[in-house]
Each structure stands twice: as C-alpha cells, then as structure tokens.
C-alpha cells in the first residue's frame, strides 16, 4: 500500500487518496487522448466541457442563486484582496473591513492601498480571541467584508453579523464546510488550497449585477471581462481545474456540503473536548468563536509545543506547528481529512502529555 501519513497541513493541505489515485491513472493519458490534461488546449473539446463541469458543479454544490455567477480566477485569494475593490470602489465609495485576525488585516492593508476603507472593529486589543456579534455601520458603505474564517487564529464567524451593506466573505478555509447565506453577499470567494484543488487558483461567486464594465480599471482585473468569457478570459491554471473537478464529483458522492458540515462539527468537537479534558492542552478562545476547521491549541510551554510538533511528525502526523506569527499548535481538519486522523491525533495528544508529566 502506499505510505500516507495524517496531514494536518493548513494549506496546501491533504486531498482526497481517490482523486489522487485518478489523477495518477489519467496522468499520461487523459481521456484516451493520449496526453495529460496539462498538455491539451484549454480551448480544446477536452478541457472545455471539463471547465464547464466544473464551474456548473461548484455552484450546485453550494445551492447558488441565479443571480449570482461563479468565476475561476488565477492568483489565490490575494488577488481578490486587490479586485474586490477595484471592481466595487470603481466609482467611488467606502468599504467597512472587520478585522478578525491575520487575512481579514491583510485584505484591509491592500483595499487601502487604493479605496477608501474603514477598520469599523477589530480583534486585535483582544488578540484576536473574539468577534462581533452585531455590526452597527455608521455612514454609507458599499460592502461589509469579513473572512468567515481566520486559519491562522483558529477563530470562525458561526453566523455572519447582520448589516447596512452587502457582504463581501473570505471562506478560504471553511469553503464547502458551511451553507452560504446568499441573499447577504455581493461576492464569496476563496482560495482552493484548503478544501479543494492545489494552490493558485481562486473559486468567486460574484452577484451578476456586479458585473460592470470599469474603462478605468485594467481590464485583466475587471469581473466581467472573466464573465464575458465564462473564466477562459487568459489561459487558466488547466491542472488546479482538473483536480477541482475531481474532488467536487467526490464531495457530491459522499453527500455534499451537509455531509461535510456534520463532519466538520463533529470532527472539531472531538479535538476541543480532548483539549478541554486536558489539564496539559490549552485553547483559550471562547467556545462560541471557535473554528471547525483549524483548531489552534498550546502545551504548557513554547518548548512544549516544538517538542510536540517534531515528534509528531516523526509518528506520522504532519503539519501541526502553529503559523509563525502566532507560534502554538494548529491542527487543520479540512474535507479530506477523515476522523480516523483525528482519532491518531488525540491518541498522539494523550501519550506526548503523559511522556511529559
Ligand atoms: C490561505 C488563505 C488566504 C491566502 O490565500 P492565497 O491563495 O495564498 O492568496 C486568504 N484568506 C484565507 C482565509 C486563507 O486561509
């Protein structure tokens, strides 16, 4: 059999064995064509239809409303950090950014490179252990945004505060965990490297009534021009799709965003309970804050914790030290890491604090 080990990665992280074991097998020849899929036309007859399955499976998956139209963008979340406002502050405006932690921080640095943005609450006296609840905006805003979960802080939105203004949703890390709540939000995009494909690519759901053309803004950046051309605008990233297609059909046949939301919160609840029950483990954000999907915890000390990665890894369980601007632990139970993993973890947890005490 072939060596797999427990990948608690935050990202890029785990993808499902089938999906790999697929691509394996259509690696020389995708298709009967005789080439892999990173070596055809992305204009092909082949890759064509492929891309369509794809876009048409992300949106069903989600239930997403007629109006709304979903993109595959190259360049990750950061480049929607920089056309979100491009595209809704063509024309002038305001946004509000809440800011829950590190990506929330990094989308409101780049929104004010060139908008005008306000920070209208932030964690950060708090060290990013809380979130609000409610949002009063004061003044006139033309989107809310908020990432529904921060990876690196181990802190999640369970709902989103309700407010004056559409909002605009991170779900990098929590994409295809959760039903999305539609009639709120002007665009929820994401990242794929955390629940779907490799990196490099970005999964938008953009409201159609937001599809202008901006003759000010480079035309690469516009959403419409992507619309106009259903995402074949530039030559996409064939091989992130390709691999995107395969794990939505595998998400579909395990039974869909239910079926991984019920994962997710039994998944998560199981690692918080083996924390709390712990006299040796520490997470200190409040229980109603806390992520389903990076579960960030410490040890009784910073030597504690490297001591903990490092054998971990040594047992077979990787990608568990914390993000180097936080330090801890992090353990990242995305989609395609079943319970067994967390099963391995929680035993790893118990003899590594019975070794040191
Ligand atoms: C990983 C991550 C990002 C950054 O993604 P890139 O593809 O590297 O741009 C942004 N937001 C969240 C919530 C993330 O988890």
């Known amino acids: 059999m072939t060596h797999r080990i427990h990948n608690f990665c935050a990202g890029p992280c785990t993808l499902p064995l089938s999906v790999l074991e697929t691509a394996q097998a259509e690696i020389l020849d995708f298709q009967g064509s005789g080439m892999s899929v990173m070596e055809i036309s992305h204009r092909s007859k082949r890759f064509e239809p492929l891309h369509e399955e794809t876009l048409t499976l992300a949106a069903q998956l989600l239930d997403m409303p007629e109006d709304f139209f979903c993109l595959l963008l190259p360049g990750g979340a950061h480049q929607q950090f920089c056309m ?10 305001r946004a509000a950014y809440i800011d829950s932690g590190v990506w929330a921080k990094k989308a409101a640095e780049e929104a004010a490179r060139i908008a005008e943005t306000d920070i209208i609450w ?24 908020l990432c529904s979960n921060e990876t690196v802080n181990g802190i999640q939105f369970r709902e989103f505060p309700q407010a004056a203004a559409p909002l605009v949703i991170d779900v990098s890390s929590d994409f295809y965990t959760r039903p ?9 995009y994401g990242g794929v490297q955390k629940n779907l494909a490799p990196s490099g690519l970005a ?4 409201r159609k009534s937001l599809l202008q053309e901006h003759p ?18 530039n030559t996409p990233p064939t091989w992130q799709i390709y691999i995107l297609n395969l794990v ?32 040796f483990y520490h997470n200190d954000i409040a229980a109603q804050y806390r992520s389903q999907t990076n579960i ?8 504690l914790d490297t001591l903990f990665w490092k054998n971990a890894e ?15 632990l992090r353990a990242s139970l995305y989609n395609a890491l079943d319970m067994r993993s967390v099963d391995a973890l929680i035993d790893y947890m118990q003899d590594f604090a019975q070794q040191q005490t």
């Open 84 to 93: 979100i406002p491009l595209n809704l502050l063509a024309d002038g405006g």
């Open 248 to 279: 939505l059909k595998w998400m579909q046949a395990q039974g869909g965003v239910a079926h991984f939301a019920a994962q997710a919160a039994a998944k998560s609840s199981k690692l918080y309970a083996a924390i709390d029950q712990s006299d």
């Open 203 to 206: 999964l938008v759901f953009v």
């Open 296 to 303: 960030v915890f410490r040890t009784p000390n910073e030597a």
């Open 314 to 328: 040594a047992a077979g369980l990787s990608g568990l030290k914390g993000h180097r601007i936080v330090g801890g």
């Open 180 to 188: 999305i709540p539609w009639q709120d939000c002007d665009i929820v």
């Open 122 to 145: 932030s964690g950060k006296d708090q060290q990013y252990r809380h979130l609000p609840d409610t949002i009063e905006l004061q003044g006139d805003y033309r989107y809310l945004y």
């Open 216 to 233: 000010q803004i480079n035309k690469f950046f516009s959403y419409k021009a992507h619309a106009d051309n259903n995402s074949l605008y």
